[in-house]
């Protein structure tokens, strides 16, 4: 019924939705253009989509009073900084947000307002500083690095200093091909630069003089202006150096801060990539504060005085306030501010990559060998692109395909086209054989923060398909949808239209139409390279099951595993250290492989029917039905009463063995709501939820059971935590099969679902309370944070949880 509405509607709209999709990329290409884009940085900017000549720009800071302070320069997001905290309190990638860093060792508090003007090509980062504790004598060493790249190439590029009086501002007059033409400034609002008051002069060499700003222009290769950090130091230390060995042993102290000034110390030739060093008093009362805006030189909506900044920045924060109420209803005041804070650190994390990634497509997998496997033949491809969120911005600063599933499924609640705009950017990375890499790391930049051994990916690991999961929820949202729509809307779209609100696919479905039409040959590819390279060896089971009197019920090409588990870990899973059977075999067949292949099918059956392929959509649909069939067939244990991995056991003669593990992947096919709704196993599985002895704790439900001999063991990473994506899963599905108790809140059933919402968002607000962060997971014992701190990936879907479950 709502398929052929979609279809009527479809064939009387189809000229003009070419145009409309046109539009709406434009709309998009605008309002997303600029952002602070290098989320593995404190504060990086670049644009997106902007490859060969692209304007970047980042944030350092120090405390210069501090002999050795230079050694603590902030600039990538570190764990190991031990920052009290740093986080977006409201962030939205299309209009800014602001974001508060406390860095107790430098002794500053402070806050960049990032805001864009209404046509997203101007924008404006304040930086706001004062010291955390003001007893504390402490500068801050504020050190800009900017660079406007492809000036190698063209010699068309340029970022160059405009010659002025002031002596606490900077202009610079900027050009790229893509970019167009542009202005860059830099103008203090307030603050004292350090100077101290017993001496004359501040300045300890040529040039080295922090009681004025330092501005230094170097030409640095574009794919090395990412180590801005590391060729500051090098260039201070060797001044330093130098100032140290003219004065010998009596270097006045009080110049220390002046030491730590850059000077242009080796005669370096101007160029695209600049230093601006401003180094505040950060003691007692003082503060400071500066803009840096950016100007295009073609719009009409420049960003011009200090006030239009505040008065930008004031709009930026009330609209993300209304978009927020708007999508979630919180109404404690305290949670609401928690849940605002973490979904903007989800979408802070948003970044864009762009270069070659390393895949080894020569080794092959031995499937009879179970050791680590390692990837010697890594060759680089490329370069490709990249939107994603990232699961933690200081550990893993780049795209994890198992991750960006579950932040889809939150940012799809907020923004539905900018969760689009991503999920299309993943399906674009897929090969021509339909392969996507697990992690995706884009650049050296990106590789940076990666070990070597892991850099490289193979075309033969697969992981949970849960972009497909996203897809699907999306598509059933815009289905549903679709029946209670006022029709005439369609038919004349303006660029204004666009400009209303966020969440134009759902109320253009043809939009989606459309696109689903152009992907679907790629999903088709990735879903025959998933089903194809993955799939389990039946026949070893043949004598087994023909024994059991199943043989002929057991649906042959419906079996699954993961390729490339080793003795001790499954990384394909995502759910690396849970245990499997002990003694690996090539029969092994995983119940979540096979439930993972059930949504992606689902998926597949809804993007067919959209699409109007009936043949396709009866396919699938009986795919579907073969794997929900299978589920029960070769994985449920009857005698344990759960949902078990299969293998042969060769010790107790050919025998099919179970392998129950009681925990996250027994408890898979109900999170993706895989179980017939009148299926007697559905009972079994709330009961092993609801039992304390087992999953259910009181900081939500654990990954094992606490029964399970491996609970807690070894690495204890998936043996016991709490981890939010499965919990989210699991909540949604109570949702789903149980509406009516879950509603009432009245029988068992809606009881556990209560109890576990409030476990799961007393124990996440607790932990952010306390330590300001979320978290990678949570202790099963106590509910602590472990894991990554400040790990605002999937953990951000208790925003879900509180404000629409
Ligand atoms: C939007 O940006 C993408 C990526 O650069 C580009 O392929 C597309 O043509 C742009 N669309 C419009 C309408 O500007
Ligand atoms: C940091 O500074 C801001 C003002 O810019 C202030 O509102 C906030 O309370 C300060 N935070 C701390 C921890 O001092
Ligand atoms: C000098 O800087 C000030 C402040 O940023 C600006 O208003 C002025 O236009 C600049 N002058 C030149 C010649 O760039």
Redesign the pocket.
């Known amino acids: 019924m709502l398929i052929s509405l979609l279809t009527i509607l479809w064939l009387s709209i189809t000229p003009i939705v070419g145009a409309k999709n046109?539009l709406f990329?434009?709309y998009?290409?605008q309002t997303l253009l600029w952002g602070p884009y290098r989320s593995n940085c404190y504060f990086g900017i670049r644009p997106r989509?902007v490859n060969k000549s692209p304007f970047i720009m980042g944030i350092m800071w120090f405390d210069s009073l501090k002999e050795n302070g230079v050694g603590s320069i902030r600039h990538f997001v570190n764990p190991d900084d031990h920052l009290k905290k740093y986080a977006w309190e409201v962030y939205d990638p299309r209009i800014g947000g602001r974001e508060i860093l406390l860095d107790e060792e430098n002794n500053l508090n402070l806050t960049v307002s990032f805001s864009k003007s209404h046509d997203g090509l101007n924008w404006v980062a304040r930086v706001e500083g004062s010291p955390l504790n003001p007893e504390r004598k402490s500068t801050a060493s504020i050190v800009l690095y900017m660079q406007q790249q492809g000036g190698d190439d063209d010699h068309v590029s340029k970022l160059v200093k405009l010659e002025n009086k002031s002596k606490t501002d900077f202009q610079f007059d900027g050009y790229s091909k893509e970019l167009g033409a542009y202005l860059l400034s830099i103008k203090d609002n307030m603050g004292q630069y350090y100077s101290d008051s017993t001496l004359k002069s501040m300045e300890v060499a040529l040039g080295a003089d922090c009681s004025k700003p330092t501005h230094l222009s170097l030409r640095i290769p574009d794919d090395q202006s990412w180590k801005a950090r590391d060729v500051f130091q090098t260039i201070l230390g060797d001044s330093v150096k130098e100032i140290l060995q003219n004065n010998a042993n009596d270097f006045d102290r009080r110049l220390t801060p002046s030491l730590y000034q850059i000077r242009n110390f080796y005669n370096l030739p101007p160029g695209n990539f600049h230093y601006v060093q401003k180094t505040f008093d950060n003691s007692g009362s003082n503060g400071f504060e500066f803009d840096i805006t950016f100007n295009t030189v073609d719009s009409l909506q420049k960003i011009k005085t200090a006030s239009a900044v505040s008065n930008l920045i004031e709009s930026t924060n009330n609209e993300i306030n209304i978009r927020f109420d708007k999508s979630f209803s919180i109404k404690v005041e305290e949670e609401r501010k928690f849940a605002l804070e973490t979904l903007s650190n989800l979408l802070g994390g948003i970044g864009y990559f762009h270069g070659t990634q390393i895949v080894d497509r020569k080794t092959i997998f031995d499937e009879e060998q179970f050791d680590d496997i390692s990837l010697k033949n890594g060759a680089e491809e490329g370069p490709f692109d990249l939107f994603t969120s990232v699961p933690s911005r200081g550990k893993f600063p780049r795209g994890f395909y198992w991750d960006e599933g579950f932040h889809l499924l939150q940012i799809m609640e907020y923004d539905f086209d900018l969760a689009f705009e991503i999920i299309s950017s993943w399906i674009n990375l897929i090969d021509d054989n339909g392969w996507v890499a697990r992690e995706v790391i884009l650049g050296d930049e990106a590789r940076s923060k990666v070990p070597p051994e892991f850099t490289v990916q193979s075309p033969h690991i697969a992981n949970p398909p849960t972009l497909l999961l996203a897809f699907s929820e999306m598509l059933t949202k815009v289905l549903n949808n679709i029946n209670t729509m006022d029709m005439n809307r369609y038919i004349d779209a303006t660029i204004d239209d666009f400009q209303q609100g966020t969440n134009q696919l759902e109320r253009h479905p043809e939009l989606i139409r459309e696109y689903a039409e152009k992907v679907y040959p790629k999903l088709l590819k990735h879903y025959n390279w998933f089903t194809t390279t993955q799939k389990g060896l039946i026949d070893e089971y043949a004598e087994i099951l023909e024994e059991e009197g199943i043989w002929n019920s057991v649906h042959k090409d419906e079996v699954f595993k993961w390729v490339g588990r080793t003795y001790t870990h499954c990384l394909p899973s995502g759910l690396d250290d849970y245990p499997r059977a002990e003694t690996p075999d090539i029969a092994e067949l995983n119940v979540d492989t096979l439930a993972w292949v059930g949504i992606m099918t689902r998926s597949m059956k809804q993007i067919a029917q959209v699409l109007d392929m009936d043949k396709d959509v009866i396919r699938y649909a009986q795919i579907e039905k073969n794997i929900i069939e299978n589920l029960d067939i070769l994985h449920w244990s009857e005698e344990k009463g759960c949902y078990c991995d299969v293998t042969i056991d060769d010790d107790f003669g050919d025998k099919r063995e179970f392998v129950c593990h009681e925990g996250y992947i027994s408890l898979l096919p109900f999170a993706l709501k895989l179980i017939p709704k009148h299926s007697p196993h559905l009972k079994k599985v709330v009961a092993l939820m609801s039992n304390k002895k087992k999953l259910f704790s009181d900081y939500g439900l654990l990954s094992l059971s606490k029964e399970d001999e491996y609970f807690g063991k070894g690495e204890n990473y998936w043996r016991g935590p709490i981890w939010m994506n499965i919990n989210y899963l699991c909540l949604d599905a109570l949702n789903f099969y149980f509406p009516e108790e879950v509603t009432a809140s009245k029988t068992s059933v809606g009881g556990l679902y209560q109890a576990l919402k409030n476990n799961l968002i007393n124990n996440v607000y607790r932990n952010w309370k306390d330590k300001g962060y979320c978290y990678e997971n949570y202790d099963a014992n106590d509910g602590h944070g472990s894991g990554t701190e400040h790990f605002t990936g999937w953990t951000a879907l208790i925003v879900n949880i509180l404000g629409r479950l």
């Open positions: 046109e990329q434009e998009m290409n989509y």
